[in-house]
């Protein structure tokens, strides 16, 4: 079933990405430590991550036209963010600096056997965005806009703004805050990491809480299950959608990449089965690296995985 948004053609991007950036450091260990322990690392690796940031970086390397807009502090850091988006083709002259801020980092313990992470994250509150900070017309400025729920004042300003201009707008959304369910109600597609459509709706069935989230307003509305794949609701139908089968070395950054990837079908005007499906590929080809960027794959070589991959 094909989805019916309106995209516009003509903006200078393909996709405007407001939300997070972080440096993070990928610590492969053998096993995840016992309290009072000392553990040597097999291998560590710093990348630039962040939701939005690593959605951008996977629309970048399939081809999409892909602007940032974020914050980071005045420190190597953030130098070392911006920079990792810049290498990747993400216009991201508006990045905003926080003078004495320190940028958004995350220490990820990644099991070596497994893949399986645990992420243990700072934010300064001098990085959150403010709604003043904006400019509409970079706002709008893609065919596509996507957010992440991790600030809601200003990502609220930024949907209004998109949407009273018919450019669909995109929500990673991961947890809960004062805010959140009114920022769903202004976006026409909501992803949603496991659990989340539980936390908000107050409803244990994982079906029956995408049907309450739907009726705040989204068109679309997905939850990334891990290995279980993803499921989409659309027009009261539910799209399963079964995870690819590959060796897994990393989760780290998978539901970013399947956003970014989502984005891409949006973009292309596929039906959601096909999407979901692209997405997945995606994701899955993403965890045969270490961090949330390495892996992530060109569109030749995603295609080539679709041709062969097992789900």
Not at 31 to 47: D, G, I, V
Not at 74 to 97: K, N, P
Not at 274 to 280: D, G, V
């Amino acid at each position: 079933m094909k989805l019916a948004l309106k995209i516009p053609r003509d903006r200078p991007f393909d996709v405007v990405g407001l939300g997070l950036n972080a440096v993070d450091f990928l610590c492969v260990i053998p096993r995840f430590p016992e309290p009072n322990t000392k553990l040597r690392m097999l291998q560590f690796a710093r990348q630039g991550g962040g939701q939005v940031a690593t959605a951008l970086v996977t629309c970048a390397r399939l081809g999409l036209r892909t602007k940032y807009i974020g914050k980071v502090g005045s420190d190597d850091l953030g130098r070392f963010s911006r920079a990792s988006l810049v290498e990747e083709g993400v216009e991201a002259s508006d990045v905003m600096v926080a003078v004495g801020a320190r940028s958004q980092f995350a220490v990820i313990l990644v099991e070596g056997a497994t893949g399986d992470r645990t992420i243990l994250w700072d934010r300064d509150a001098r990085l959150a965005l403010r709604p003043d900070e904006l400019d509409p017309e970079k706002v709008c400025a893609g065919r596509v806009l996507h957010l992440d729920g991790h600030d809601v004042a200003a990502p609220l300003q930024a949907a209004r703004w998109a949407r009273a201009r018919g450019i669909p707008v995109v929500l990673d959304a991961e947890t809960v805050k004062e805010g959140t369910a009114e920022l769903v109600r202004c976006v026409d597609v909501l992803i949603t990491a496991a659990g989340f459509p539980q936390e908000l709706s107050g409803v244990t069935d994982e079906a029956k809480a995408l049907r309450a989230l739907a009726r705040l307003g989204p068109s679309v509305v997905c939850v990334t299950l891990g290995v279980r794949g993803a499921l989409a609701l659309y027009r009261g139908r539910f799209f399963p959608a079964p995870a690819f089968k590959v060796e897994c070395v990393d989760t780290t950054g998978a539901g970013d990449v399947f956003h970014g990837a989502f984005i891409y079908g949006m973009l292309k005007g596929w039906a959601l089965q096909t999407i979901l499906r692209f997405a997945n590929a995606a994701a899955a080809m993403k965890c045969r690296g270490l961090g949330g960027r390495q892996a992530i794959p060109t569109l030749h070589e995603l295609r080539e995985f679709l041709r062969h991959g097992e789900t």
